[in-house]
């Protein structure tokens, strides 16, 4: 009766692992976002040397969280950071 009771019970669990385990992303999904992640790259870089600002600064999350550094041995503070995107315009 264990034994019964026991190989039930590995057939559930067996069966529940099954249905709720996600497989992971497949091979094309992982080519789809590595083909985003270029696009994203070439548009930023496009849209910088063209002095595009709104189109560079869609290529970033656009919240009070966003920090840009700059770096020129110019300033006295060598380091300048800016928080959120009003401060860089």
């Known amino acids: 009766?264990?034994?019964?009771?026991?190989?039930w019970l590995i057939l559930i669990f067996s069966l529940g692992i099954t249905?709720?385990?996600d497989a992971g992303p497949t091979g094309?999904?992982?080519a789809d976002e590595k083909e985003l992640i270029?696009?994203?790259i070439h548009?930023?870089?496009?849209t910088y040397y063209k002095q595009d600002f709104?189109?560079?600064r869609k290529n970033f999350v656009n919240e009070d969280y966003f920090r840009q550094y700059g770096y020129w041995d110019g300033y006295p503070e060598k380091v300048r950071y800016y928080n959120g995107f009003d401060t860089l315009q």
């Open 1 to 7: 009766m264990l034994n019964r009771l026991n190989s």
């Open 54 to 56: 709104d189109g560079w």
């Open 28 to 30: 094309s999904d992982i």
């Open 43 to 46: 548009n930023e870089t496009e």
């Open 38 to 40: 270029r696009q994203l």
């Open 19 to 21: 249905f709720f385990i």
